[in-house]
């Protein structure tokens, strides 16, 4: 088997299954010892690394697992247009048109309780499949789920449809950060996970679009909801064509779930196709460092349950399930709910129409979530989130202000609006889905990232359901200052809690962080 040409020697990759990672390395040194000999042998490799990757291999990889969170953006900005369009006498093409506020409300969450369903089965079933197939699967329900809302011929099969494609949102968005950080190179890795941001953004601006255009067609809506079954064909063919993520299948051996040998070889195919020819024959020196790394941070048996809650798991699902809370309960649903109100009171007439409002802001959110995509790997994650949260904060005080005694100046609501919705595209958007897929060891990658999907969808679910009862209870000036409240201690949780994983391996991270 290969050795490795290290000054510290490390362990051959043919005793890594006995090894574990505690005791002394074979050369007698400390094990603390060699680690630090390990890391700052690794900051040399990246560093003269640097560029070994093809641009075009390296986007392919993320291409196709992003197509899962654009279908998610689409299916929330065709929803909005879809729920008028089946309610239309004239447009609806269906003789149950006439429905209950209730019933609309589950054609409208239908796809987020099918998330939560989907969340808590990629706990269980995550790690069995991989991040591959979980994908593959993903893309068949929402093409199933899809093509049943499309068709259905009466209320109740329509609410399946929707249930079954939020089932595949929950998979999506739980397996295709963990494939985007797992196959992304370590430079571009923060880029790419947050370009998937910007896919459920753009995801939303199409919905939005099509379903204006669409809205007064008989029948739109079962041509809004079928317009997004090629886009899951796509993802579905082009997830098939991808290998397996290098470090799962190296999991797997680790795990003793195949023949070592096997693996390593599958992972090394996996890692040439991910990077292209750049690569070179690096590939297999990667991979042992892989390898070695993960034994020595004792990655051989699968996280229980209950270790999820202990030791390192617990910090890091403290950090990513904590995130994904924060940046639902700021408000974020709720916000976006007040802004064809905020636009019409302002007196942009052609904007109180609220899907001219929602294209806007979509497109607002796409502007602002490039901003983050084109700095967040130069800057870091920390200055971002500081800085965007802390905006929200401001942002959420001049709405409070609005509601509660400026009612006289719209102003002030327009550009609490804009700076709410730029701030979060800065900072919780999409830094918050990618420290959720970097933060989590990797033997328990799996089952943290379906807790923190599941908390997500869970606070939004929530956030969305309690808004309009807090509203009558309270008024909509007094929530939004709660919402501000918990947005300052967001940036307390952030500023004590959160680390800074820039420019550090999934592998580095789990060492130096946890």
Avoid at 99 to 126: D, H, P, R
Avoid at 188 to 206: A, D, N, Q, T, Y
Avoid at 489 to 512: C, N, Q, R
Wanted: glycine share 10%; proline share 4%.
């Amino acid at each position: 088997m290969a050795s490795y040409d290290r000054p510290h020697q490390p362990p051959t990759t043919a005793s890594l299954l006995t090894k574990g990672g505690g005791g002394e390395i074979d050369d007698g040194a400390p094990e603390e010892e060699h680690l630090l000999l390990h890391e700052n042998g690794e900051q040399q490799q990246q560093r003269l690394q640097s560029d070994n990757y093809s641009v075009l291999a390296a986007i392919l990889p993320f291409l196709f697992p992003a197509l899962g969170g654009l279908l998610y953006g689409y299916d929330i900005g065709a929803t909005s247009s879809a729920t008028i369009s089946i309610q239309s006498p004239s447009f609806s093409g269906i003789s149950w048109y006439d429905l209950s506020s209730v019933e609309v409300g589950l054609i409208t969450s239908g796809s987020l309780y099918g998330a939560l369903a989907g969340s808590v089965l990629a706990f269980n079933v995550a790690d069995f499949l991989g991040r591959r197939r979980e994908l593959i699967f993903s893309s068949l329900l929402y093409l199933l789920g899809a093509l049943v809302t499309a068709l259905a011929p009466n209320f109740v099969v329509l609410v399946i449809g929707r249930l079954v494609y939020g089932i595949g949102i929950g998979l999506a968005m739980h397996a295709a950060p963990m494939y985007i950080a797992e196959t992304a190179p370590s430079q571009i890795r923060g880029r790419l996970i947050s370009l998937k941001e910007f896919f459920i953004v753009m995801g939303m601006l199409f919905g939005y679009v099509v379903g204006s255009l669409l809205v007064e067609t008989i029948s739109g809506w079962r041509y809004m909801y079928g317009v997004s079954t090629p886009l899951a064909v796509i993802m579905a063919i082009g997830m098939w064509w991808l290998p397996a993520s290098p470090r799962w299948i190296l999991l797997r051996a680790i795990q003793g779930k195949g023949k070592l040998h096997d693996l390593r070889e599958i992972a090394i195919s996996s890692l040439c196709r991910l990077r292209g020819r750049a690569i070179g024959d690096s590939a297999s020196q990667q991979v042992d460092e892989i390898l070695s790394e993960l034994s020595q941070l004792s990655e051989e048996k699968e996280a229980t349950i209950a270790e999820m809650f202990q030791g390192k798991c617990l910090k890091a699902l403290s950090i990513g399930a904590g995130l994904v809370l924060f940046q639902q309960i700021t408000g974020q649903p709720s916000v976006l709910y007040y802004a064809a109100t905020i636009f019409e009171t302002a007196g942009f007439s052609a904007a109180s129409d609220a899907t001219t409002a929602s294209i806007f802001l979509a497109l607002l959110k796409l502007i602002m979530t490039a901003v983050a995509v084109l700095v967040i790997d130069r800057v870091g994650r920390r200055p971002l989130l500081l800085g965007g949260v802390s905006g929200m904060v401001i942002s959420l005080f001049l709405l409070g202000s609005y509601y509660t005694f400026l009612d006289d100046v719209p102003a002030v609501a327009v550009v609490g609006l804009l700076l709410y919705v730029g701030c979060y595209q800065l900072s919780f958007g999409p830094i918050g889905w990618l420290m959720i897929s970097e933060i989590f060891p990797l033997r328990s990658r799996g089952r943290g990232l379906s807790i923190a999907v599941l908390v997500n969808f869970g606070a939004n679910a929530l956030v969305t359901f309690a808004f309009s009862p807090l509203e009558d209870l309270v008024g909509a000036g007094v929530v939004f200052f709660i919402f501000g409240g918990i947005a300052v201690l967001s940036v307390i949780f952030i500023f004590f809690v959160v680390p800074e994983t820039k420019g550090l391996t999934l592998e580095e991270i789990e060492a130096k962080l946890l």
